[in-house]
């Protein structure tokens, strides 16, 4: 589901879904939610949701959301919430 608003508000949506099945069944899903918009406010908004599973059923799981505001008043807010979990399954 991707929507794109150019020129005039320059705001970019983007969500993307993403599954992959690399080696050894190893899996990788990845989910974005993206929302930029630029030049009037020059303000940035990501927010990502990835969850990667590999070798060993090693599990990771991390959640970011950022908030970039630039230019105008030279502020840049970052705020990191990431949560791993390693689990061997044998």
Same mark, same amino acid.
């Given at each position: *589901?991707?929507?794109?608003?150019?020129? &005039?508000?320059?705001?970019? /949506?983007?969500? @993307?879904?993403?599954? !992959?099945?690399? +080696? &050894?069944?190893?899996?990788? /899903?990845?989910? @974005? *939610? #993206?929302?930029?918009?630029? +030049? &009037?406010?020059?303000?940035? /908004?990501?927010?990502? *949701?990835?969850?990667?599973? =590999? +070798? &060993?059923?090693?599990?990771? /799981?991390?959640? @970011? !959301?950022?908030?970039? #505001?630039?230019?105008?008043?030279?502020? =840049?807010?970052?705020?990191? *919430?990431?949560?791993?979990?390693?689990?061997?399954?044998?």
């Amino acid at each position: *589901m991707i929507t794109m608003i150019t020129h &005039d508000n320059q705001a970019t /949506e983007c969500a @993307y879904m993403i599954t !992959m099945i690399t +080696h &050894d069944n190893q899996a990788t /899903e990845c989910a @974005y *939610m #993206i929302t930029t918009i630029t +030049h &009037d406010n020059q303000a940035t /908004e990501c927010a990502y *949701m990835i969850t990667t599973i =590999t +070798h &060993d059923n090693q599990a990771t /799981e991390c959640a @970011y !959301m950022i908030t970039t #505001i630039t230019h105008d008043n030279q502020a =840049t807010e970052c705020a990191y *919430m990431i949560t791993t979990i390693t689990i061997t399954i044998k």
